[in-house]
């Protein structure tokens, strides 16, 4: 994979001219800026792009402030401009959050790992699927997944995988893609597996198995916003770092 086309087309397909998620997400689309807004509580909303520089970014900061309610955020990526963002959206008061690297593989390359013995991966996109996906989540980071639970039965479909990793009859990881039609990517989120089945192969199992789902429908780049305990388990599965994001928000999450 060339990472540098990757960048190119992650920046071009994912940020520049991604379309609304949903019927409630409005694009909206500033010479400088790009951001997504929302009347639905569920949806994700904040600033998707831009192309700034040190003449421009303070005013646009400054014009952005006063959106910065509830979730919304200013995604930064490390390759944006200027150099010195972050500091400014800092001084303006907003609030960094956790840094993650941006990796990426194509779809067809990641290989096929089986879960051990005894754990079976299964797809889940019922609204039940989707209830033991976001009850896993919320067992296993400790936060509250009503509003993700809602975007999710609210998914059009055809736009969302979940897969659940049972064994017997319980869940023990679970995790979903995203889709985006007219596009070369599928987003990988959500991979959380209890403590105590940590380590023993099925976050690449499950992996895997979305990236054949993914390959089924055509998709050629996989794209995760992958936290230190993740990148390591990713990069053995052939995804590469393009760049680095951190969400800049009104207050700490």
């Given amino acids: 994979m060339d990472p540098v086309a990757a960048l190119s087309a992650f920046d071009r397909q994912l940020r520049r001219e991604l379309p609304p998620g949903d019927p409630e997400t409005t694009v909206e689309r500033e010479p400088r800026l790009i951001r997504h807004v929302s009347t639905a509580a569920h949806s994700w909303q904040g600033v998707v792009w831009t192309d700034l520089d040190a003449a421009t970014a303070d005013a646009a900061i400054a014009a952005e402030l006063p959106r910065f309610t509830g979730d919304y955020e200013w995604k930064h990526f490390s390759h944006d401009r200027p150099a010195d963002l972050p ?15 941006v990796v990426v593989a194509e ?3 990641v290989p096929d790992f089986a879960p051990p013995a005894g754990v079976e991966i299964v797809e889940a996109t019922t609204p039940e699927g989707i209830e033991k996906a976001t009850d896993l989540h919320q067992r296993v980071f400790g936060k509250d997944m009503s509003k993700l639970r809602a975007q999710l039965l609210a998914a059009a479909p055809g736009t969302l995988d979940v897969v659940l ?6 869940v023990v990881s679970a995790a ?7 596009t070369d990517f599928a987003g990988l989120w959500g991979g959380g597996t209890l403590p105590e089945w940590r ?6 199992a499950v992996v895997s198995r979305r990236a054949r789902l993914a390959q089924a429908r055509g998709v050629k780049y996989l794209q995760v916003d992958a936290l230190p305990t993740s990148e ?7 995804f590469v770092r393009i760049t680095t ?9």
């Fill in 199 to 204: 380590g023993k192969g099925i976050y690449k």
């Fill in 107 to 109: 779809a067809a390359g």
């Fill in 176 to 182: 979903r893609t995203d889709y985006y039609p007219g």
């Fill in 87 to 101: 500091d400014r959206l800092a001084a303006a008061g907003l609030v960094a959050d956790v840094l993650e690297a």
């Fill in 165 to 170: 990793a049972v064994a017997g009859d319980e």
């Fill in 245 to 253: 994001t951190r969400p800049f928000t009104a207050r700490p999450r």
């Fill in 232 to 238: 390591p388990i990713l990069r053995r599965a052939g």
